[in-house]
């Protein structure tokens, strides 16, 4: 299976083990990622909030892109993925905005026709794999480990395709397939505070101490997302929380991509697993023949 | 048609103004101008409203005077006011279809911004309407008489309105409702809005007035699945399914329902009280009449070759009816000592609770019970009573398990059989087949002593074609005669060596065994063969003191045709098998067997019998030491016994040909059975053919003709697996706790060596217990008998068949109602998840003084809720679910909130949209609540959630909205919380669509002929529609709709006749090929095809004039009057040519 990879900004910098993983991962289920050439910011956050015209400019010409390489474009980042679906729906649906937009790719001699179908990576692993064809080719399997997955906001809504939006489960079958104990965590669609940290950050910490409480009381030992901001939201902040409402919190938060490659038995290196901040060692360390 | 076009008209033009609804954007003397220089145009007049008396008078007086020949009225949509011009026209004396319309206010004033072309375009419309109207034909109406009898589709509260009204004018109702009651939801319901009056208490009245009604039929429990016929002519068929209780006879004690075992979720309460598998419905039920739960038949009784009644006895261990039970078993099961001890019973391969855990221990249970009878035989076992002795006598050659069951079968019909047996033992394989240690002899002879003691005469040392033959059984006075003489004879394997010394034959070294012949076995055994004999001889040959014992089989264990606890049990014992091995020479030292040469097997493809093949390994040959081989490859039938003057049929497998169901051989009188006829099967198979075969014998003793109708009423038919209902186990029982089956207690393998004591022991009472409780009660009726045991009217009748009857009806209302929206397809609402979550429905059976709390309002842990919220429009104005407004739920919400208040002390809040208090005295009731000191919300809950945020929260459910009042999110803790579901189409709604040929809406709801102006009627004349089924509405409305539907039924019937429009299509039988591509397409099936004449045929009383014929023909035949294809095109021609056309004027 070839599909069209879009990281995104996030994934080269803050979230670079989310793209290493991403990559070993698709690499040991046979998926082919052909990177978009020449890709620029998916017009996330600011953009699109301040002037969305030119969000929507910026990000067809990463649609036009794809476009020419004619697969589905995939992209593991929630905010990209929300924005180039808001801008495909858009460029399909508003004529005055296919036309202006039109014009500036033009400028660039490139065009979109809307034709590309652009997905998330969890999406393509469960629904397009499957977990009928994923569990052969698991080495590890993840009996016993309590984890609290976690969606955010971006992947389910409001543009998303492949779950409930209030109440999404592909990673909780997922996970819970390959062994792993998906404890109850009802906050799993909840804010996590977003960009609040840096413009609010009394309310962005109290949103954080909520999931962090809730996954902790339930049980998890560890946190899995599908997104940059969520997964820094929730492991950055852990000190600042346990001084702010005199907690102690110690949960390590990890991607979705680095677990599932565990399971796969690939070596903690190429899942880049060590680098976060909340060290994920008496967690994951099991899998790596150390003991419990 | 062309000729018309040649002639001279006087062609009327009425240009109307609408008042300024055509002439704010149309100039319309402008168009009056242009129409007046159209040729053939007589006359062209503008007028204010042409549909207004004046108007029309001015049409008909210029018919009169200036003798128009051709009317065009260009105003509003003929959907408006074709009707009225029609008739002015017709009024005036000419043909009402010489006529035409044009519309130039939806199609032009309405939808143009501009005055300068709408004024263009009305010209091209009325050009158009002229050039058509010259090719208009004079058509005529057409009229049928009409049935006056009427079906009612639906018994809620719209369909017994209707129903009444229509019966109370005398004419005949047939009322068919799904459910095993009328009533409707309004049945559920506790109080109603705004004036709270009890809705039983105004219900119940109609109802029983329905139930009473000598006009009105009611079907309960019905369902209609055929309509065909047309307005004043339907035929409908409508499926009435047994109830099993027949309505004139119950009298609705409860009785039964007391002694029923069966618990399933009570549907009428929401599921949140349980109702037996005999139930009524509800207590004011109408028809007021018991019914059992049939929908998914038990797998295990139907597997069964006999029937047992499996389900049954294992309902009546759980609630320790042993004697009951054992009775049941009893009453299908001539030898149930034998059975609970060797069948391989297919009931637990097929137990649904296998696909949940493990299937149900249902042969052991059985055990249990024999064991349980045999404590005490002479207070426990009830002998058969005999009612009509016969003197007719039968003789049955053979005693194996298919004589016997034949034999027990015939003496308890009164007849006097007698069994002829070879050996001086009685039991045939049962005897000389299966070993000691699996059916101790003892427990034999005890079930083939109490034969005796009914009567049945056993003859041993007596063998056919010796002792006796056929021809002279007939002489000696035998009326019938039933062969059932087994397969006893051992095939042998075909190899070299078979002859040697220390060879045997499987069968006859068992039935040596079983003789109490004295046996030596070598020290290593090897048995041929992966059937049941192969293991019981190995097992025999182990416990005779082999040292080694090998089965060689050559498939894999998957394929072996034992039973697999036979195998775990062989395993056990320490016997080896050898698989995918296949012998091919018996080897000799001085002449004394020393071992087998064999060859390794792999599995090919699959054979006739869906196992696979197995293929020979080149090369693999190899040894296997043995000094005893025992060949137990299969069983045939030992013919020597035929005498070749009988002429008796044998098929090419050696066995005798019988019809499968009657079992009667090719001689009259003669019949046979067992593994004589099915070559070698199992006991219960051999159950069957005898059962069968005593039910044909009975039936040519009494000279009726043999059939095999009787034979599969009493359930000794073929089984298939097609037979079992099929369900989703593992949902449908997905809240069941998981359970292992028991564990049958047993030797050990110490105390089997040397021995045939049995292995098995008894089941231990509270071990029988648990297992019968894991039962899931499938059916849901287990078939336990015991409602119809309890009943004193003799009402109940498990064998009552579902019943289609046809009705002949004029006209139809359609009154199926609504469905309520699943809270579930919401996870955000937390409904299921959390206790206190209620949908309405489920908050009007609570409220319920018939409910599960008696009327009290609580929350499930038995405690009166503090706080309570109410969320309205969940599943309503929301494009996640549906749309629409549902109507009722602001007022029913309100309702809820008085009787929380009226019955507890709790806080109560309504989470609202907007408040929609819109019929009479709502508004009053809205403004009652507010002054009982309810709490409002404005903002659409948005979420419930346990997780907490502070202390106050904690034990709650919080509720999450936005108040936009406040202009703030709030978190409301409470203690329950009642989800105001909407209402939507019924589920089966685009079935009901399909039957009646009738339309939706986009809301999904059934749609009306005119949204104001036609509520209740459809674009099918003679459908109805009544109540929520045409859209969410409350009480007074649906009641309303109902009478309205009624009058106009009324007013239908009472014409005698209808008028049928002309304006159909017609096919030329000359020209039609009968390709009957049009008898597909019609929406209508309103074409058949002339099976004479090889041509398709238009009903014109169902043709609606839809054209879809006349478009798809290949060859362009069928023409519809009045949308020729001259008068389209000339109409077409006419609005693109309309200035030509003036100027050549």
């Known amino acids: 299976m070839r599909y069209s990879y879009y990281p995104g900004c996030s994934l080269e910098a803050t979230a670079k083990p989310y793209d290493v993983s991403v990559r070993s991962v698709c690499q040991a289920l046979d998926l082919e990622l052909d990177e978009v050439k020449d890709w620029n910011c998916c017009g996330a956050t600011s953009y699109i909030s301040i002037r969305e015209l030119t969000a929507f400019a910026i990000s067809?010409?990463?649609?036009?892109?794809?476009?020419?390489?004619?697969?589905?474009?995939?992209?593991?980042?929630?905010?990209?993925?929300?924005?180039?679906?808001?801008?495909?729906?858009?460029?399909?649906?508003?004529?005055?905005?296919?036309?202006?937009?039109?014009?500036?790719?033009?400028?660039?001699?490139?065009?979109?026709?809307?034709?590309?179908?652009?997905?998330?990576?969890?999406?393509?692993?469960?629904?397009?794999?499957?977990?009928?064809?994923?569990?052969?080719?698991?080495?590890?399997?993840?009996?016993?480990?309590?984890?609290?997955?976690?969606y955010g906001c971006q992947i389910s809504r409001p543009h998303g395709t492949f779950d409930d939006p209030e109440f999404p489960m592909t990673m909780d079958n997922l996970f819970s397939s390959l062994g792993a104990e998906v404890v109850n965590f009802p906050l799993k669609a909840k804010c996590c505070g977003g960009m609040l940290m840096t413009t609010d950050p009394e309310n962005g910490l109290s949103l954080i101490k909520n999931l962090l409480s809730c996954a902790q009381d339930n049980g998890a030992e560890l946190i899995v997302t599908a997104c940059p901001l969520c997964e820094i939201n929730l492991e950055a902040y852990q000190k600042k929380v346990n001084r702010k409402f005199k907690t102690d919190f110690f949960i390590p938060a990890i991607y979705f991509t680095q677990l599932l490659g565990v399971a796969l038995g690939l070596p903690k290196e190429k899942l880049a697993i060590g680098k976060e901040l909340v060290s994920s060692e008496k967690v994951l360390d099991r899998f790596y023949g150390g003991k419990r | 048609m062309s000729d018309l076009k040649n002639n001279t008209h006087k062609i009327g033009v009425y240009v109307c103004d609408c008042g300024s609804n055509i002439a704010g954007m149309v100039d319309v003397p402008e168009v009056v101008k242009f129409a007046s220089t159209l040729p053939n145009v007589a006359i062209a007049r503008e007028h204010k409203y042409m549909c207004s008396d004046p108007g029309q008078d001015t049409i008909k007086k210029d018919i009169k005077e200036l003798g128009l020949t051709r009317v065009v009225v260009s105003s509003c949509s003929p959907l408006m006011h074709?009707?009225?011009?029609?008739?002015?026209?017709?009024?005036?004396?000419?043909?009402?279809?010489?006529?035409?319309?044009?519309?130039?206010?939806?199609?032009?004033?309405?939808?143009?911004?501009?005055?300068?072309?709408?004024?263009?375009?009305?010209?091209?419309?009325?050009?158009?309407?002229?050039?058509?109207?010259?090719?208009?034909?004079?058509l005529k109406l057409k009229e049928v008489a009409v049935n006056p009898n009427v079906l009612v589709v639906g018994g809620g509260i719209a369909g017994i309105e209707a129903a009444l009204q229509i019966a109370n004018s005398g004419k005949k109702v047939y009322l068919v409702e799904k459910s095993p009651s009328i009533g409707g939801h309004m049945a559920q319901l506790d109080k109603t809005f705004p004036t709270l009056d009890c809705s039983a208490c105004i219900l119940t009245p109609k109802m029983v007035q329905v139930?009473?009604?000598?006009?009105?039929?009611?079907?309960?429990?019905?369902?209609?699945?055929?309509?065909?016929?047309?307005?004043?002519?339907?035929?409908?068929?409508?499926?009435?399914?047994?109830?099993?209780?027949?309505?004139?006879?119950?009298?609705?004690?409860?009785?039964?329902?007391?002694?029923?075992?069966?618990?399933?979720?009570?549907?009428?309460?929401?599921?949140?009280?349980?109702?037996?598998?005999?139930?009524?419905?509800?207590?004011?039920?109408?028809?007021?009449?018991?019914?059992?739960?049939?929908?998914?038949?038990?797998?295990?009784?139907?597997?069964?070759?006999?029937?047992?009644?499996?389900?049954?006895?294992?309902?009546?261990?759980?609630?320790?009816?042993?004697?009951?039970?054992?009775?049941?078993?009893?009453?299908?099961?001539?030898?149930?000592?034998?059975?609970?001890?060797?069948?391989?019973?297919?009931?637990?391969?097929?137990?649904?609770?296998?696909?949940?855990?493990?299937?149900?221990?249902?042969?052991?249970?059985?055990?249990?019970?024999?064991?349980?009878?045999?404590?005490?035989?002479?207070?426990?076992?009830?002998?058969?009573?005999?009612?009509?002795?016969?003197?007719?006598?039968?003789?049955?050659?053979?005693?194996?398990?298919?004589?016997?069951?034949?034999?027990?079968?015939?003496?308890?019909?009164?007849?006097?059989?007698?069994?002829?047996?070879?050996?001086?033992?009685?039991?045939?394989?049962?005897?000389?087949?299966?070993?000691?240690?699996?059916?101790?002899?003892?427990?034999?002879?005890?079930?083939?002593?109490?034969?005796?003691?009914l009567g049945i005469k056993i003859k041993t040392n007596t063998k056919i074609g010796k002792n006796f033959t056929l021809g002279n059984l007939k002489k000696q006075g035998f009326d019938a005669v039933f062969i059932a003489t087994g397969a006893h004879k051992?095939?042998?394997?075909?190899?070299?060596?078979?002859?040697?010394?220390?060879?045997?034959?499987?069968?006859?070294?068992?039935?040596?065994?079983?003789?109490?012949?004295?046996?030596?076995?070598?020290?290593?055994?090897?048995?041929?063969?992966?059937?049941?004999?192969?293991?019981?001889?190995?097992?025999?040959?182990?416990?005779?003191?082999?040292?080694?014992?090998?089965?060689?089989?050559?498939?894999?264990?998957?394929?072996?045709?034992?039973?697999?606890?036979?195998?775990?049990?062989?395993?056990?014992?320490?016997?080896?098998?050898?698989?995918?091995?296949?012998?091919?020479?018996?080897?000799?030292?001085?002449?004394?067997?020393?071992?087998?040469k064999c060859i390794k097997m792999k599995l090919g493809e699959p054979d006739s019998s869906g196992r696979r093949r197995p293929v020979p390994v080149e090369g693999s040959e190899h040894e296997i030491k043995s000094d005893m081989v025992i060949a137990a490859v299969s069983q045939a039938p030992d013919l020597s016994f035929m005498d070749p003057s009988l002429q008796l049929k044998v098929s090419k497998w050696e066995t005798l040909e019988t019809d499968p169901l009657t079992m009667v051989t090719n001689q009259e009188g003669v019949f046979a059975g067992g593994d004589l006829v099915t070559g070698p099967a199992t006991v219960v198979e051999a159950l069957a053919c005898g059962k069968r075969a005593a039910i044909s014998i009975d039936r040519y003793l009494n000279n009726l003709p043999l059939d095999s109708k009787p034979i599969i009423e009493a359930g000794l038919g073929r089984k298939s697996k097609d037979d079992i209902p099929k369900i989703d186990v593992k949902e449908k029982y997905k809240d069941k706790p998981r359970k292992p089956r028991m564990q049958i207690p047993g030797l050990s393998i110490k105390e089997r060596a040397g021995n045939f004591k049995e292995v098995e022991l008894s089941i231990p009472e509270k071990l029988a217990l648990e297992e019968a409780s894991r039962c899931l009660q499938c059916g849901p009726c287990v078939e336990c008998f015991e409602c119809v045991?309890?009943?004193?009217?003799?009402?109940?009748?498990?064998?009552?068949?579902?019943?289609?009857?046809?009705?002949?009806?004029?006209?139809?209302?359609?009154?199926?109602?609504?469905?309520?929206?699943?809270?579930?397809?919401?996870?955000?609402?937390?409904?299921?998840?959390?206790?206190?979550?209620?949908?309405?429905?489920?908050?009007?059976?609570?409220?319920?003084?018939?409910?599960?709390?008696?009327?009290?309002?609580?929350?499930?842990?038995?405690?009166?809720?503090?706080?309570?919220?109410?969320?309205?429009?969940?599943?309503?104005?929301?494009?996640?679910?549906?749309?629409?407004?549902?109507?009722?739920?602001?007022?029913?919400?309100?309702?809820?909130?008085?009787?929380?208040?009226?019955?507890?002390?709790?806080?109560?809040?309504?989470?609202?949209?907007?408040?929609?208090?819109?019929?009479?005295?709502?508004?009053?009731?809205?403004?009652?609540?507010?002054?009982?000191?309810?709490?409002?919300?404005?903002?659409?809950?948005?979420?419930?959630?346990?997780?907490?945020?502070?202390?106050?929260?904690?034990?709650?459910?919080?509720?999450?909205?936005?108040?936009?009042?406040?202009?703030?999110?709030?978190?409301?803790?409470?203690?329950?919380?009642?989800?105001?579901?909407?209402?939507?189409?019924?589920?089966?709604?685009?079935?009901?669509?399909?039957?009646?040929?009738?339309?939706?809406?986009?809301?999904?709801?059934?749609?009306?002929?005119?949204?104001?102006?036609a509520p209740v009627a459809t674009a099918t004349d003679g459908v109805f529609l009544a109540g929520a089924c045409q859209g969410p509405k409350d009480i007074p409305d649906s009641v309303a709709q109902g009478a309205g539907a009624a009058a106009n039924v009324i007013a239908m019937i009472d014409k005698g006749v209808v008028s049928i429009e002309p304006i159909v299509s017609y096919i030329d039988p000359e020209k039609c090929a009968g390709c009957k591509l049009c008898l597909t397409l019609c929406p209508y099936n309103a074409i058949e095809f002339n099976q004479e004449k090889k041509v398709s045929q238009v009903q014109e009383a169902l043709c609606k004039g839809c054209g879809t014929c006349v478009a798809s023909c290949p060859s362009g035949v069928p023409i519809q009057y009045g949308f020729r294809d001259e008068q389209i095109l000339a109409e077409i021609e006419g609005a693109l040519e309309s200035e030509t056309l003036a100027v050549n004027k």
């Open chain 1, 60 to 150: 067809s010409r990463n649609l036009a892109l794809a476009e020419k390489m004619g697969n589905d474009l995939v992209t593991a980042c929630p905010a990209c993925y929300t924005v180039l679906n808001k801008t495909n729906i858009y460029m399909r649906e508003k004529e005055d905005i296919r036309k202006t937009v039109s014009e500036a790719l033009a400028v660039a001699n490139l065009k979109y026709d809307g034709t590309v179908k652009v997905r998330h990576l969890l999406d393509i692993i469960v629904n397009d794999i499957g977990l009928e064809k994923i569990n052969p080719k698991i080495k590890q399997r993840l009996d016993g480990l309590k984890i609290a997955p976690y």
């Open chain 2, 490 to 596: 051992g095939l042998k394997m075909k190899i070299p060596g078979e002859e040697l010394a220390g060879v045997f034959d499987g069968v006859e070294f068992l039935r040596e065994v079983s003789l109490g012949k004295k046996m030596e076995v070598g020290k290593r055994v090897a048995v041929i063969g992966g059937g049941n004999t192969a293991v019981d001889v190995a097992r025999t040959v182990w416990r005779l003191g082999a040292d080694e014992v090998n089965i060689v089989y050559r498939r894999t264990i998957k394929e072996m045709p034992a039973a697999a606890h036979e195998i775990e049990e062989t395993q056990k014992e320490g016997i080896k098998i050898t698989y995918l091995t296949a012998p091919l020479e018996i080897i000799q030292k001085n002449g004394k067997v020393s071992g087998i």
């Open chain 2, 789 to 1013: 045991r309890v009943c004193e009217a003799k009402a109940v009748n498990h064998s009552l068949a579902d019943q289609t009857v046809e009705l002949d009806v004029g006209a139809v209302v359609i009154a199926t109602g609504f469905d309520t929206y699943d809270p579930v397809l919401a996870p955000q609402y937390g409904y299921k998840k959390y206790d206190n979550v209620l949908t309405s429905m489920e908050f009007e059976r609570l409220s319920h003084a018939g409910g599960v709390t008696g009327g009290r309002i609580l929350l499930k842990n038995g405690k009166e809720p503090e706080s309570v919220a109410i969320l309205h429009c969940i599943g309503s104005r929301d494009e996640n679910a549906n749309e629409y407004c549902s109507r009722v739920c602001c007022m029913y919400s309100l309702k809820f909130a008085h009787l929380v208040k009226e019955k507890t002390p709790a806080k109560v809040y309504e989470l609202y949209i907007d408040m929609r208090s819109f019929g009479k005295g709502y508004e009053e009731f809205y403004k009652r609540l507010m002054h009982e000191g309810v709490l409002f919300v404005r903002g659409k809950g948005a979420e419930i959630t346990d997780v907490v945020e502070n202390e106050e929260e904690k034990g709650k459910l919080i509720v999450k909205c936005e108040d936009t009042l406040l202009g703030f999110v709030r978190r409301i803790p409470v203690d329950m919380v009642i989800l105001s579901t909407g209402l939507q189409p019924q589920k089966d709604v685009a079935e009901v669509t399909r039957l009646f040929t009738i339309q939706r809406s986009r809301d999904g709801f059934f749609l009306e002929k005119h949204p104001k102006l």
């Open chain 2, 82 to 138: 074709e009707p009225t011009f029609r008739n002015a026209v017709q009024d005036a004396g000419l043909n009402q279809y010489l006529f035409q319309m044009a519309n130039i206010r939806e199609q032009c004033s309405w939808v143009t911004e501009d005055r300068i072309k709408a004024t263009e375009k009305a010209k091209k419309l009325v050009a158009a309407a002229v050039e058509r109207v010259i090719l208009h034909e004079p």
């Open chain 2, 211 to 453: 139930g009473r009604h000598p006009n009105i039929e009611l079907m309960s429990y019905s369902e209609v699945t055929d309509v065909s016929g047309f307005v004043g002519n339907f035929k409908v068929k409508v499926k009435k399914k047994s109830k099993f209780v027949e309505q004139e006879k119950c009298k609705a004690c409860g009785d039964c329902e007391k002694e029923c075992p069966v618990e399933r979720d009570d549907e009428y309460e929401m599921k949140m009280k349980k109702r037996k598998a005999i139930y009524r419905y509800f207590p004011q039920a109408v028809p007021n009449t018991f019914l059992i739960d049939k929908t998914e038949r038990p797998p295990c009784k139907i597997t069964c070759p006999i029937e047992q009644d499996a389900s049954g006895y294992t309902a009546l261990i759980a609630q320790k009816k042993y004697q009951q039970a054992i009775d049941l078993v009893r009453k299908k099961n001539p030898l149930p000592i034998v059975c609970s001890r060797v069948c391989y019973h297919p009931c637990e391969t097929a137990c649904r609770r296998g696909d949940l855990d493990e299937p149900i221990s249902i042969c052991h249970l059985k055990r249990f019970l024999v064991d349980w009878e045999m404590e005490k035989p002479e207070e426990r076992y009830k002998k058969p009573e005999i009612k009509n002795e016969r003197e007719e006598k039968v003789a049955i050659i053979g005693s194996g398990p298919a004589g016997l069951a034949c034999a027990y079968d015939l003496r308890l019909l009164g007849y006097q059989p007698t069994i002829f047996e070879e050996l001086d033992v009685v039991g045939g394989m049962l005897h000389t087949g299966i070993p000691e240690y699996r059916l101790p002899k003892k427990l034999l002879k005890k079930e083939i002593d109490r034969m005796k003691d």
